[in-house]
């Protein structure tokens, strides 16, 4: 999803560790071929998703924004750097209206470059030290509005001996970050561009967006032996098409609209975890802030109410 910041202590590492936290079984991942052998399918080439290649083995990638996370993650960043005096709160109060609108409408292509535009502008000349330093207030935005049913279910992967990614148009280092506090085995993001430890304000690497997530997915499965057409792919956003039909099990979380369209054409799995009285809050957040003129309780007024009953559907 659109989003962006440049937070995290390391860029581009793999984690590597494992939760101790008991895990509770998860719906999702169909285990019911293990009671009941299913009935053959009529196309047998069309349904069944093959086996990892010899040698090479699957894996399970994760979009971020509104996929693992209520939102945006950018929004919280843009909170982090006000409460440091980084950013004006005026600006907190824009990115406040623009993560209310995501979570109503999703991102599209031309919101997901003004984002960058933004961001770029910003952080040109900024320090990578300052930027790193958010990391705790950061996740304590972000950590609060984890889905924990997607969590169960990527942990799951990670348990039968799949690893686990985070792919988002964040920021390589923000990306990093939220991986690494969830025990992820890694994270695909975008990069960003640091001379003398100042930001540039340009990227140093693709852009993961649309085709871009892919091209880092594939890079990534040559370097760790991942067989991408036995693995699985969650995402929220019709961008991320691309994403989701380079794998063998794609999966619609939270789909926007057009996503949701597709996912129905295509016989995908589909998660919802947001009930309608959820959209209806931030419906009519949006329409308070929108009567204020995007001022003062725009940073504020797209904070969800809380993380209970959410379920599936």
Do not use: C
């Not at 494992?18 to 009529?42: C, G, K």
């Not at 086996?51 to 509104?66: C, E, N, T």
């Not at 990391?135 to 686990?164: C, K």
């Amino acid at each position: 999803m659109a989003a962006a910041g440049p937070l995290s202590p390391r860029a581009g590492q793999h984690v590597h560790r494992r939760s101790t936290a008991r895990r509770r079984p998860v719906a999702t991942l169909d285990r019911v071929s293990d009671v009941v052998p299913p009935e053959p399918p009529a196309d047998p080439e069309a349904t069944v998703v093959p086996a990892p290649a010899p040698g090479l083995r699957a894996a399970a990638f994760f979009d971020l924004d509104k996929t693992l996370v209520a939102g945006s993650s950018a929004f919280y960043w843009a909170r982090a750097a006000a409460a440091h005096g980084l950013i004006s709160r005026r600006r907190l109060a824009a990115d406040g209206w623009e993560n209310l609108k995501f979570r109503i409408r999703g991102s599209t292509d031309q919101s997901t470059r003004k984002v960058w535009e933004r961001v770029g502008e910003f952080l040109a000349g900024q320090r990578v030290r300052d930027f790193e330093r958010l990391s705790p207030r950061v996740l304590a935005g972000v950590l609060p509005r984890l889905y924990p049913e997607m969590l169960a279910i990527a942990w799951e992967h990670q348990d039968e001996g799949r690893p686990i990614y985070v792919v988002t148009a964040s920021s390589q280092e923000t990306a990093a970050m939220i991986a690494d506090v969830l025990f992820f085995d890694g994270a695909l993001g975008a990069p960003l561009e640091a001379v003398d430890g100042r930001y540039t304000g340009r990227l140093s690497g693709p852009m993961t967006y649309r085709e871009g997530k892919v091209e880092a997915m594939r890079e990534l499965a040559e370097r760790d032996g991942i067989d991408l057409a036995a693995s699985w792919a969650y995402s929220d956003s019709e961008s991320d098409l691309p994403m989701l039909r380079a794998v063998g099990h794609p999966v619609a979380v939270n789909p926007d609209r057009d996503l949701a369209r597709v996912a129905r054409q295509e016989g995908w799995e589909v998660i919802r975890l947001e009930r309608l009285a959820t959209h209806l809050k931030t419906a009519a957040a949006l329409v308070a802030v929108g009567a204020l003129g995007g001022l003062g309780r725009a940073a504020t007024a797209g904070r969800p109410s809380g993380g209970t009953g959410r379920r599936r559907g």
